[in-house]
């Protein structure tokens, strides 16, 4: 969408009608697509041409809207999956395989932590975590001559981490690896990961890009800037001959769409985690109000976690859009609009406080979810990040009474008093 702002490409990019089609992205509800002879469909799995002829690798629906995330995040090219969790095992599994190795900040939600420490172990990807926040030299010694990737999240679910997207680009760079973010919370709406170093971006859009807890989807964006030929063969997958397509190099035949290419051709093609054309065309509607729901959620979750700073009970407060909290001077440097509406903190009366609170809520849901317009809470050490140990949990920034606070877009003094009466009953 060229030079339009990023409040414009919400509601315009990604999808650009010509004469008589339809002014709304269409739901392309079909498992096929139609050709006129043979060779054409065979020169479409050969990749010889491009088109569409089975839903499971591509759908119109699904690429115009990954094609205005992409556009959002400022990206080259971008594919849509079934969920979060699906987009960042494409992410990763697009460059690793068995025998490889991965660096990754420890502060991060728990399902990540689990597919990353468990699941892909099995797969032979081993994992080695690390503080995001310790220098650079105690960093690096993670790396190993196997590493292939390194990842992090702009804002870390549910510690509220605020990453340093410059340093940490700068030594995946040192050490010839993508560094690949997960850049759920802030959105491209309050933070363009590309603009600071990453390589590639990936998103959970059930959260405040479909904003209304409907659809479960994820999206990987590619920048196009890390050079995979640079380091001879060890990107192989996409550097030479791939058996699966008559010896097709990514690299060669798409440039700087490699990434993304292969993901979609293979991964998907064998794996088949791919969104519904109706889920999709349901984030897209999301996506035309992002950049107004998230100027809410901030504004609310600042609000807040200004009145939780200063009540009596609560202990301390995890939200870097405080003056005080150590990630202020990071959010502001990263995120000059605003971090997110999630935010976490901890009652001095401790854990059982913390579920005594969480019952008596009226306006607020316990619910697994969050990051949509719904005010909605959740104890991480009991929920998302249950299977951790203490030292895992620590690792994380999660102690045992941390309630995370997903801050909605409802009348922020009907969101207080929904605290205020919670509280009181501590």
């Excluded at 460059?95 to 939600?109: L, N, P, Q, R």
């Excluded at 309050?190 to 409907?214: F, L, Q």
């Excluded at 607020?364 to 991480?380: E, F, G, K």
């Excluded at 997903?406 to 009907?414: F, L």
């Amino acid at each position: 969408m060229g030079d339009y702002r990023i409040e414009t490409k919400c509601i315009q990019s990604g999808w650009e009608p010509k004469k008589g089609e339809p002014r709304v992205v269409p739901i392309y509800q079909s498992t096929t697509f139609k050709y006129d002879n043979t060779d054409e469909m065979g020169k479409l799995f050969a990749l010889e041409d491009s088109g569409y002829f089975y839903s499971r690798l591509q759908n119109p629906t699904n690429d115009a809207v990954a094609s205005k995330i992409t556009d959002l995040e400022g990206g080259v090219a971008g594919m849509l999956t079934a969920s979060g969790q699906a987009a960042l095992f494409y992410a990763i599994f697009n460059i690793c395989e068995s025998g490889d190795h991965i660096v990754c900040s420890s502060a991060i939600y728990g399902g990540t932590y689990n597919l990353f420490s468990v699941t892909l172990k099995k797969l032979g990807i081993e994992c080695t975590f690390i503080n995001p926040d310790d220098e650079a030299e105690r960093i690096q010694k993670a790396f190993q001559k196997n590493t292939k990737l390194m990842f992090a999240e702009t804002i870390a679910n549910p510690a509220l981490v605020v990453l340093d997207i410059e340093k940490i680009a700068t030594i995946a760079h040192k050490n010839e690896v993508p560094l690949v973010v997960d850049n759920t919370f802030a959105t491209p709406v309050n933070c363009r990961p590309i603009e600071w170093g990453a390589d590639i971006v990936v998103h959970s859009t059930t959260k405040y890009m479909d904003g209304h807890a409907t659809v479960v989807g994820g999206c990987i964006v590619d920048s196009g800037n890390f050079h995979w030929d640079a380091y001879g063969d060890k990107f192989h997958g996409l550097t030479t001959p791939d058996d699966s397509y008559h010896g097709v190099i990514y690299t060669e035949r798409f440039g700087k769409g490699a990434y993304i290419t292969k993901a979609t051709v293979q991964l998907m093609r064998d794996l088949g985690a791919i969104p519904s054309p109706n889920n999709s065309f349901l984030l897209n509607i999301g996506l035309e109000t992002l950049f107004l729901r998230v100027e809410r959620h901030c504004s609310n979750a600042k609000a807040v976690a200004a009145f939780l700073r200063d009540h009596e009970k609560v202990s301390h407060v995890n939200c870097a859009m405080l003056e005080e909290d150590p990630y202020y001077e990071l959010g502001k440097k990263y995120m000059p609009k605003g971090t997110c509406g999630v935010l976490s903190f901890e009652l001095k009366a401790g854990r059982k406080a913390a579920i005594q609170f969480m019952d008596s809520l009226k306006l607020a849901a316990i619910v697994t979810h969050v990051a949509d317009a719904r005010t909605s809470v959740l104890h991480p050490a009991s929920h998302t990040h249950r299977q951790m140990n203490d030292q895992q949990l620590k690792d994380a920034g999660v102690s045992p009474g941390m309630i995370r606070l997903s801050v909605g877009i409802e009348n922020i003094h009907d969101i207080i008093d929904d605290l205020k009466q919670a509280l009181a009953t501590v």
